[in-house]
């Protein structure tokens, strides 16, 4: 995996909750050790170093540097970027009327998109999960861990944490994570239901990408998931579907000259 350091401190907050929970605000605050780490300010000229240092067509260089003046990167969270365990987001909001709490600017985001979903004739598409604790985390990873011992031994860790992400590893703890699905279980047969394919192909218009998409698990480690979405933002949204690309691959293009 490559090195993303430079891009943990973005979109992400403080504030003490509760230990279970499903929350809404327009700033993230970065945790004083990673300060330093903070993405500078694009320069004017940045679509152009983009689009001439990554291969990125023209058009799509403008867009990334236009979204990241709107939005900051994305920060990637997984085994070698992982938050901090008392790390917790500055404030959360309810999504609507469920018990699921988001960064306030993703709650708002993700109840318009079930507004929309309704309006379009998609019904049935509900909020399964979405903020959870370290603590939380840690529980649900130790119960799949449990399972997998008997069942892989040895390997059981390795293919645990490619369905459940240890604590501090998951992006449920930093508030800007949601798993949407229609019915009761999280299964891959749901990307090819009318709601599953609705959400893919719509989430982008409300700031979310399918974090792990099918086919990019060699890349981000993690199995399919066509329920779990990542609020990343609306520029930064419509420039990974547009060109099919995960979290970790916009990044590549994104941070020319990172090293990798």
Known sequence: MKNYSALLCLMLGWALLPLSGCMYSTAYEIPSEYAALKTPAPSENAGEKTSAET???????????????????????????????????????????????????????CEDLLDAAEREGVSGLHVVSAYRSYQRQTALFLKKLSVYRNL??????????????????????????????????????????????????????????????????????????????????????????????CLEEYLDKATPGKSG
């Not at 999504?95 to 708002?108: E, L, Q, Y």
């Not at 040895?154 to 019915?183: F, M, N, R, W, Y």
């Not at 192909?201 to 700031?207: A, E, H, K, Y």
């Open 55 to 109: 291969g990125l067509s023209p058009e799509s260089a403008a867009a990334a540097a236009a979204a990241e003046r709107e939005d900051p990167l994305p920060a990637l969270i997984d085994a070698e970027h992982p938050l901090p365990e008392d790390y917790v987001p500055e404030a959360l909001a309810y999504i609507g009327r469920t018990s699921c709490k988001m960064v306030p600017d993703a709650a708002k985001a």
């Open 152 to 245: 892989y031994g040895a390997k059981a860790e390795t293919l645990a944490a490619a369905i459940v992400a240890p604590a501090g590893e998951s992006e449920h703890q930093s508030g800007l994570a949601v798993d949407i699905c229609a019915g009761g279980s999280l299964v891959e047969s749901f990307g090819a239901t009318p709601e599953g394919i609705w959400l893919k192909s719509n989430c982008p218009r409300f700031g979310f990408v399918i974090r792990y998409p099918e086919g990019k698990s060699d890349i981000t480690g993690i199995t399919y998931e066509p329920w779990h979405l990542r609020y990343v933002g609306a520029g930064h949204a419509k420039i990974m579907s547009e060109n099919g690309w």
